[in-house]
């Protein structure tokens, strides 16, 4: 069952601050953060763990709530470079054997200059 | 350079007749996982395998087929039963985690199918 992603769609001016949240209706134990530009393969960002701490990267960050089963991506002060669509994924489950991510709908961000 | 190769970029085929999408990496990863795209839909899960000789159907395995004959190959045919399948495909690996969920996954640079 996909995860679902909010918003849709955000547009920012560059140095703007974005927030995009991920939520799923089934216990999470792992969430992946993706970014992809049109026309190539997503990217990795970061992964997080059930039980983990926050993670960053450069001026982007996230949280892992496991309770509410929601994680949020956090993109401080925007760069043109982070405009793209950002993907969350969830998964697997506790049983190892059964190890894939399941991907949201995507975010698409863009960034104004 | 390590990586995952998938081939053609591009491909163009008759509606009615079966394609078959190369995908190949050298990580040594263990899983392989084939996605489809389409515009607001996300990535969507056709198959994947965690090891040779064997796989797993994904949400939307109908249609399509794949083989894992070798750990650095798993090629995905979209046959005929497939109802639309112009999309664009990915194909990503990762090495199996020794934590669940702890590994990133790598994408290839996918292929864009048209069916005419």
């Known amino acids: 069952q996909q995860p679902v992603q909010s918003p849709q769609a955000v547009i920012l001016r560059e140095g703007e601050d974005a927030v995009i949240n991920c939520s799923s209706s089934k216990a999470l134990y792992s969430v992946h953060w993706y970014r992809q530009k049109h026309g190539e393969a997503p990217v990795f960002l970061m992964i997080?763990?059930?039980?983990?701490e926050q993670k960053g990267h450069e001026k982007i960050s996230a949280s892992f709530n496991e309770k509410k089963q929601q994680s949020s991506l956090y993109l401080t002060a925007s760069q043109l470079s982070y405009s793209g669509t950002y993907f969350c994924?969830?998964?697997?489950?506790?049983?190892?054997?059964?190890?894939?991510?399941?991907f949201g709908k995507g975010t698409r961000l863009h960034i104004l200059p | 350079d390590g990586g995952i190769t998938q081939s053609p970029k591009y491909l163009f085929r008759k509606e009615g007749q079966n394609v078959t999408l190369s995908c190949e990496q050298n990580l040594n990863h263990d899983a392989m996982y084939w996605y489809r795209q389409d515009p607001g839909q996300g990535l969507r899960l056709i198959y994947y395998?965690?090891?040779?000789?064997?796989?797993q159907k994904g949400d939307i395995a109908e249609g399509y087929s794949v083989s894992r004959e070798k750990k650095e190959s798993f090629p995905l045919t979209v046959t005929s039963a497939q109802k639309n399948p112009t999309a664009f495909y990915l194909c990503?690996?990762?090495?199996?985690?020794?934590?669940?969920?702890?590994?990133?996954?790598?994408f290839g640079p996918g292929t864009r199918l048209t069916v005419l």
């Open positions: 990503a690996s990762r090495k199996n985690p020794e934590v669940a969920g702890g590994n990133e996954q790598f």
């Open positions: 395998s965690q090891i040779v000789n064997d796989f």
């Open positions: 997080l763990l059930k039980g983990g």
């Open positions: 994924g969830t998964g697997p489950t506790v049983n190892m054997g059964d190890d894939k991510i399941i």
